[in-house]
């Protein structure tokens, strides 16, 4: 009996660990593909598809995470428990959303271009969650480079309505939604 008690709660953590990890995995393989059927030569259309994943990150946060009404409330989680990783979104979840888009790249742009345009796409993605993960569970502290994100970072979840951009500011301010601390109190263009 013991026995089935210990591999079913083994079982459980393996799960939890491949839920919240496997993008850690799964995407770094998945950009060593697609960059490689793309080629060197198009490395300028993989920055820009790096480039339009900063866009696309913003955009997603603020209207579908924060407006639309049911990605709120997934959302809504991950901002009442900022530190619990299964209040976060699942690695099981990024080939659906992500494999259509790259089929669409590719049938629209070609396999070359679309693979390019991806693989920057997944490299921006990539990115986000890498900083995402440092700023809610690494000690981060005012010397390092990514302090900034971390305090643009926990002022968006104090406040909410201001700093979508995880892996940028500059999107916060072409659209006015940035917010920073000074001096013990929080400055927001965002109103």
């Given at each position: 009996?013991?026995?089935?008690?210990?591999?079913?709660?083994?079982?459980?953590?393996?799960?939890?660990?491949l839920r919240h990890f496997g993008d850690f995995v799964t995407v770094p393989l998945?950009?060593?593909?697609?960059?490689?059927?793309?080629?060197?030569?198009?490395?300028?259309?993989?920055?820009?598809?790096?480039?339009?994943?900063?866009?696309?990150?913003?955009?997603?946060?603020?209207?579908?995470?924060?407006?639309?009404?049911?990605?709120?409330?997934?959302?809504?989680?991950?901002?009442?428990?900022?530190?619990?990783?299964?209040?976060?979104?699942?690695?099981?979840?990024?080939?659906?959303?992500?494999?259509?888009?790259g089929f669409l790249l590719i049938g629209a742009a070609g396999l070359e271009d679309?693979?390019?345009?991806?693989?920057?796409?997944?490299?921006?993605?990539?990115?986000?969650?890498?900083?995402?993960?440092?700023?809610?569970?690494?000690?981060?502290?005012?010397?390092?480079?990514?302090?900034?994100?971390?305090?643009?970072?926990?002022?968006?979840?104090?406040?909410?309505?201001?700093?979508?951009?995880?892996?940028?500011?500059?999107?916060?301010?072409?659209f006015r939604t940035h917010a920073r601390a000074v001096g013990g109190h929080i400055?927001?263009?965002?109103?």
């Amino acid at each position: 009996m013991r026995r089935i008690a210990f591999m079913t709660s083994l079982s459980a953590d393996m799960m939890r660990r491949l839920r919240h990890f496997g993008d850690f995995v799964t995407v770094p393989l998945a950009i060593v593909i697609f960059a490689g059927l793309a080629g060197l030569d198009r490395l300028p259309l993989m920055l820009a598809g790096i480039a339009a994943w900063t866009l696309l990150e913003y955009l997603v946060h603020r209207f579908v995470f924060h407006i639309h009404s049911q990605g709120r409330r997934l959302h809504q989680l991950h901002h009442d428990n900022p530190s619990d990783p299964d209040a976060e979104r699942s690695s099981l979840t990024t080939p659906l959303l992500a494999l259509p888009v790259g089929f669409l790249l590719i049938g629209a742009a070609g396999l070359e271009d679309g693979s390019a345009i991806f693989a920057g796409l997944l490299s921006g993605y990539l990115v986000f969650i890498v900083v995402h993960y440092a700023v809610h569970r690494w000690p981060i502290g005012p010397n390092s480079w990514l302090y900034s994100a971390k305090i643009r970072h926990l002022t968006h979840h104090h406040l909410e309505n201001c700093n979508f951009g995880v892996t940028t500011i500059f999107w916060d301010i072409v659209f006015r939604t940035h917010a920073r601390a000074v001096g013990g109190h929080i400055r927001s263009e965002a109103g």
